[in-house]
């Protein structure tokens, strides 16, 4: 029988599930998981995504590591009753979509603790919704700190270049930050747009646009039409960052409105003229 | 031979060219088209797309209906050079993504226009970028004006439905407004968002998220990233309900950063709720 590292993963959902299909299919590792369900445990040995599971972290005491997927908002209440059952050894991550508050309650509860960000998903959730190659060229961003050992670093490191990503490394300020310009002000950005169109005093006008709407509308209102529980953990937990982006977005809001209260069309044009320019460096 | 109705396209770009294909398809119009360059008409004959082609408006004098295909920001000079060759039962109709600017302009100089706007395009332009099948399933609006003869409404709304399109009648000012919501709006919105990123004074941050970009800010920032002329020119021609639309959108934002300042987490997933609720609608 080839053994491989021993890994437990918390939270058998879309994230954990698909982690651990590309894992198994590496031949490296040993699956053990954990969830809240019965259910889910069950399904998830059925399935053959683990080959072990259990409501019970007792499962989890002779890991080498142990990625956490629960939703950020139960996360400090699971690591509260999972950490007196690992070994000392054992390297612990997340896959949280914001850092610096999730390091900041974790490293100091566990050095082996290494905060990562696997940057795939899709509109569903769940085990049912597991799917290989999910993580396949996404970025997935390691947040150590100065503390955490390079051992720890490396063996999450690895994973991910076993599931097939791009790893890149920065503070979890930087990685908050970052993703506040990218992913959480998009959300509000997009939301606020099918807000204000719903909030058109003319109802006919309100029904024309709604037949009306096509792809541009489409695709800008696209991230605004997401799941709210996790537009409010972007914001609960990524507060600071997405503030100080928001603050950065409304003045230059602002500066269109001006420009076009004042019909400087020429200017108008320019700036648009560079932001056309600039979309293609995001990648 | 076959004869069909004469219709005179003036402008042979992507919109022009592609009604052209469409049209000869249908075997029911002999199609003549307008351009101020030579190396278009040539084009366009050579390719078949019209069965003759020159830079002179002369070539227009006995069409049953013109299809105005510029941009608008050359409109209204084109109509000057063009109206004096019409017989006065040509139906004249535009492609133009405003309907109130162009519509007042128009509708007192020739009885027989009708306003139009077929609600397609690509991110390409020009001749060469034409293709056949582009307003199948796109809306057709029709802006008349209670003077517009109904044989000049009829003419226009069955070129539509041989162009395939949803055709749909309201008033120039209703348009408007709608298209300032679900088009002209979101061009601002998601410009803005690039804006924003790129005003990011850290720039290891900005490098950072230029990197991690993935889908959700792609879509978002789709719109923000095309034609800045195109750009200019709606909210030329179309800059009080685009302001008023600004407004709106303003004023929903200020809420969301209201919310997250005061911490109103209850709140703003209830709204988040809303908004993922109501995208649906716009279809």
């Known amino acids: 029988m080839k053994v491989g590292m021993k890994v437990g993963i918390v939270g058998l959902g879309l994230i954990g599930g698909s982690m651990a299909l590309d894992m198994k299919a590496s031949g490296q590792y040993q699956l053990y998981g954990v969830s809240r369900r019965p259910e889910t445990c069950r399904q998830a040995v059925e399935w053959g995504v683990v080959q072990e599971a259990s409501t019970n972290f007792a499962l989890l005491a002779d890991m080498q590591m142990v990625i ?10 699971t690591v509260q009753r999972l950490l007196p059952h690992l070994n000392p050894d054992t390297v612990l991550t997340d896959v949280g979509s914001v850092k610096r508050a999730v390091v900041d309650a974790l490293a100091p509860l566990w050095p082996n603790f290494v905060g990562g960000h696997p940057m795939a998903g899709t509109a569903d959730s769940g085990l049912a919704a597991a799917q290989r190659h999910l993580f396949v060229d996404c970025a997935y961003v390691l947040t150590p700190v100065p503390s955490t050992p390079a051992l720890a670093v490396e063996r999450v490191t690895h994973l991910a270049q076993v599931l097939g990503s791009r790893v890149y490394h920065c503070t979890p300020d930087e990685h908050d930050r970052a993703v506040a310009w990218i992913s959480h002000l998009p959300v509000m950005v997009s939301a606020s747009l099918i807000a204000a169109c719903l909030h058109e005093a003319d109802v006919g006008v309100v029904k024309l646009a709604k037949t009306l709407a096509s792809s541009g509308f489409r695709d800008t209102s696209r991230v605004g039409g997401g799941n709210p529980e996790l537009g409010r953990m972007m914001a609960t937990y990524n507060r600071e960052a997405l503030l100080r982006s928001l603050y950065g977005y409304r003045h ?21 003229g560079q932001t056309q320019a600039s979309r293609p460096e995001f990648t």
Chains 1, 2 share one sequence.
């Open 68 to 77: 956490l997927c629960t939703p950020l908002g139960v996360m400090e209440e």
């Open 252 to 272: 230059q809001l602002d500066q269109v409105i001006d420009l076009i209260e004042r019909s400087q069309w020429e200017e108008l044009e320019q700036r648009l």
